[in-house]
């Protein structure tokens, strides 16, 4: 069984992230920025921009990410029981044996999709230029590399 959650991205083609050490926002480029960054290798653990801090890839989600996630995949879930189900009652139905599935499943509605607004500002680190960063506007002081963690001022 395989479904797929879609998360949005804004119009820059930044995906929403928080880091689980600081819990502040930021924002990564979503897939290959450009060609560099396409033959790159996918570091095993990303720095946070805001503090410095590595996590490994999947652990940037933000609470209301998580939330979408798991709304959106139980109704996935139900869906694919209820189907299952047609199939079978439809597998056993013959000119001998009537079977009429009474009442079905319910099927929770799917979450409104999430939307994301074009906040922050873009910046990108002198060492990987490559794969740039949203952070909040207004931060002040030092911000880290999202690919080797080394600080860098703006
Ligand atoms: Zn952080
Ligand atoms: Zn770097």
């Excluded at 029981?81 to 047609?86: A, F, G, I, Y």
Aim: hydrophobic share 35%; with cysteine; proline share 10%.
């Amino acid at each position: 069984m395989d479904f797929q959650v879609s998360l949005p991205l804004d119009s820059d083609g930044f995906l929403r992230r928080e880091c689980p050490h600081c819990m502040q926002e930021f924002k990564w480029h979503h897939g290959p920025a450009n060609e560099e960054a396409e033959t790159a290798n996918e570091p095993a653990a990303y720095t946070c921009p805001l503090c410095g801090q590595p996590a490994g890839s999947d652990s940037w989600f933000t609470q209301a990410q998580l939330d979408f996630i798991e709304q959106a995949s139980g109704p996935m879930l139900a869906q694919v029981v209820d189907d299952e189900l047609d199939r079978m009652f439809r597998g056993i139905s013959s000119k001998h044996i009537k079977v009429k599935q009474t009442g079905r499943l319910d099927v929770p509605p799917q979450p409104d999709p999430m939307t994301e607004p074009d906040d922050m500002v873009i910046v990108a680190s002198p060492c990987h230029a490559y794969e740039p960063v949203k952070v909040p506007e207004g931060h002040a002081g030092a911000l880290y590399c999202l690919v080797c963690g080394a600080a860098f001022a703006t």
